[in-house]
């Protein structure tokens, strides 16, 4: 491994390398309204290996608008520490100008208003420009993605995610592992993965019954690239049967698997390898905590938390990269490997500006040649945005107080839940509502809206249970999506509290009225783990809903108060 | 008895109930069973280790591996469960390892302890957080 008084030249090549690298200066050349393919693409080649990482695309084949968290609060060891920086902090911490392009890309404000100016980001035709850039400098960079790849549209969930690897396949990555993808069920995953051109990891996926490494995945790959033997070791979702319905993929077991990857990477190192790259999807707190565990990682390609850092962080030997979601961002890594370890790197984050990255003609074509069949339901026009809709935040977004709006009235119930996931693209005020948006934010395998009653005492542990899958001071303890989304109930949290003291001042909104825990409550919901849940898919309920209100309209939502932030 | 529907529906929510709350530990029952196993010797912390989830994937059946090379007995308890003892493995001379893996049914989050009597007759413990969740809502 590298030494101390090595790895200290490294780092503070780094940082000089992180400015030299472009990210302030394209900010600043942007403001003056001169940004290009060339700026943000500009790179200058380093070292002996190129990384290209990408992760949770949710299936966006076409450039989207994406509004980046206002609130995401660190708890634990990672209050106050990023990825839990958002807005003007986020920008200071950077050296980000307001209302330049990485304002627009990295921070929450004014976004209606630069979203008008800057114009949508990503699209897979647009990220082809970027990697087949990358390669024509570096023929031999490795593409890794991240996963929640198969999952997220219309047309991944009417194709059953061959949309998805139709067009992947034409991106030619060198290596994938998994999340959402599960949710196809075990054996549309099985016959995916048996056709991937190229390798399907993940140390942690085993087999269910027999606690041991499953067949279908393996734990790394091995790749010769610039003269260097690169492993990369797979680590899937660890919740996946937790956080999403384990009946859909009952033969496989997940969990973080700590010990097993140390193993993994102590496996590679003894086989050979010079550099140990992690292609994760524990989410960000969790991969930092692992660094810290586990010895003999170089890069950990993050994902799952839809995290976008400017610059890696660093934990000990160890450096995080953390490429957003969406398809928003491409992150380029370059890194010096000699004598068997990393010996500097230079990072960028290239953001995915739509209208200033070509599209890459062929790219174009098969993206479309997916979308040509489902063209008529995808564009009809369901109504109208009469303010921004977005997702992204700990406790709330535009977009799901209108699906809890929907789920009260089209359901007739007092409290809806909608689940905290954090894909889903935002919507500009005054823009139209088509069918492919309302996918864009409800498409999954498990959309029934059910309608069931519970006892106010029963909310509160709903409630608790999701709080600390998601402020666990333990990172290995949290799951990574965000609170579950609350209509027509008002509450108080804590975070800094434990499990059961966090959430208060239940209130039933209609009434004003405390909860009382021995009452029954009608409560409406979707994206239910339970097998067998009845009623409607969300996207009925959710496109019903808006045809006859024509405009919606959500205004401020004030029915969370948070402490402890 | 009669019970109406809508009490009989009541119930089952709060049965579903009693299964999410974390259990607290009975410690007074741990700390018999531990001086039980021990004969009242202090313990260490290194020496054996416990391999178990951190949030269980289906808490009626949770696996975990517990390991202590030299050992000649672990004892394995569910702090948190209506009856602690879970398991106790005794590894004669002969044993090729002092490892042993099996499922457990935990009725809550909970610790899990394990305990070893190690080769030199000392004793060590360990002991890990083990969540019982809802589920859903993951991002």
């Not at chain 1, 660890?238 to 193993?263: C, K, L, T, V």
């Not at chain 1, 709080?467 to 290995?476: G, H, Q, T, Y």
């Not at chain 2, 209506?82 to 009725?107: D, H, M, N, Y």
Request: hydrophobic share 40%.
């Amino acid at each position: 491994m590298i030494s101390r008084r090595d790895f200290m030249q490294v780092s503070m090549a780094a940082s000089a390398l992180v400015g030299a690298s472009g990210f302030g200066n394209w900010s600043r050349l942007a403001a003056q309204q001169r940004l290009t393919q060339d700026q943000l693409l500009q790179f200058d080649s380093f070292g002996n290996v190129s990384l290209i990482h990408i992760t949770d695309i949710h299936a966006q084949l076409k450039p989207v608008y994406f509004r980046e968290p206002e609130i995401n609060i660190g708890v634990g060891p990672n209050r106050g520490e990023v990825p839990h920086v958002t807005g003007a902090d986020f920008r200071k911490m950077y050296g980000i100008e307001d209302g330049s392009p990485a304002a627009y890309a990295l921070t929450y404000n004014d976004f209606s208003a630069l979203a008008a100016e800057y114009g949508r980001i990503g699209g897979l035709d647009r990220i082809a420009t970027v990697v087949n850039a990358i390669r024509a400098e570096r023929p031999d960079a490795l593409l890794l993605d991240g996963g929640d790849t198969w999952h997220g549209s219309y047309t991944c969930h009417h194709t059953a995610g061959q949309d998805m690897v139709n067009v992947m396949n034409g991106l030619k990555p060198d290596a994938m592992t998994f999340h959402w993808e599960f949710t196809l069920g075990s054996d549309r995953v099985k016959d995916i993965v048996a056709g991937l051109p190229f390798a399907a990891l993940g140390q942690n996926i085993f087999d269910a019954e027999w606690d041991e490494p499953a067949e279908a995945f393996a734990p790394y790959q091995f790749f010769e690239r610039g003269g260097v033997k690169i492993a990369v070791i797979g680590q899937a979702f660890p919740y996946m049967p937790i956080a999403n319905p384990g009946w859909m993929f009952p033969e496989y077991s997940f969990g973080i698997r700590d010990a097993h990857m140390q193993q993994m990477v102590d496996e590679v190192r003894g086989q050979g390898a010079e550099l140990v790259v992690l292609l994760s999807h524990n989410g960000f707190d969790v991969d930092k905590k692992m660094a810290g565990i586990v010895s003999g990682i170089d890069v950990i390609l993050t994902g799952h938390t839809h995290d976008a850092l400017p610059e890696p962080v660093l934990v000990g030997e160890t450096i995080l990269i953390a490429s957003g979601s969406n398809g928003k961002f491409v992150s380029r890594v370059d890194l010096d490997v000699r004598d068997g370890r990393m010996m500097g790197f230079r990072h960028k984050l290239i953001p995915v500006f739509a209208d200033v990255i070509a599209p890459d003609p062929a790219m174009t074509a098969l993206v479309d040649e997916q979308r040509a069949p489902f063209q008529a339901e995808l564009s009809e026009v369901i109504g109208t945005a009469g303010a921004l809709l977005y997702r992204r935040g700990n406790f709330n977004g535009s977009w799901d107080d209108v699906i809890c709006d929907a789920l009260l009235s089209e359901r007739d119930a007092e409290i809806a839940l909608s689940p905290g996931v954090r894909w889903g693209p935002s919507i500009l005020p005054g823009q139209d509502i088509t069918r492919e948006d309302i996918w864009g934010v409800t498409a999954m395998s498990y959309p029934n809206a059910y309608r069931t009653e519970m006892t106010g005492e029963f909310l509160k542990v709903v409630m608790e249970d999701v709080a600390d899958n998601l402020f666990n001071p333990d990172p290995f303890y949290q799951q990574g999506g965000d609170m579950v989304r609350v209509g027509g109930m008002g509450y108080r949290i804590d975070v800094t509290k434990p499990q059961g003291d966090r959430i208060s001042e239940m209130t039933l909104l209609s009434s004003g009225e405390a909860i009382d825990p021995a009452r029954n409550y009608v409560v409406a919901g979707w994206a239910s783990v339970n097998e067998g849940t009845e009623g409607p898919p969300i996207w009925d309920v959710v496109e019903s809903h808006i045809r006859k209100q024509g405009t919606v309209s959500p205004t401020e939502n004030t029915s969370v108060t948070v402490a402890g932030a | 008895m009669n019970f109406t529907r809508r009490e009989t529906m009541a119930m089952a929510v709060g049965a579903a109930l009693t299964s999410f709350l974390p259990f607290r530990a009975n410690a007074a029952v741990v700390d018999d069973l531990i001086a039980e196993f021990t004969g009242g010797a202090e313990m260490g912390e290194e020496g054996v280790t416990l391999t178990a989830p951190e949030i269980a994937e289906n808490g009626n059946t949770v696996p975990i591996e517990v390991s202590a090379p030299g050992a000649s007995a672990i004892l394995i308890l569910a702090a948190g469960n209506p009856t602690p003892p879970v398991a106790e493995f005794k590894f004669g001379p002969l044993a090729g390892s002092q490892t042993a893996s099996t499922r457990i049914r935990l009725a809550g989050t909970q610790d899990v302890i394990a305990i070893a009597q190690l080769g030199d007759g000392s004793f060590a413990r360990t002991s890990k957080t083990i969540k019982v969740t809802i589920g859903g809502c993951g991002g």
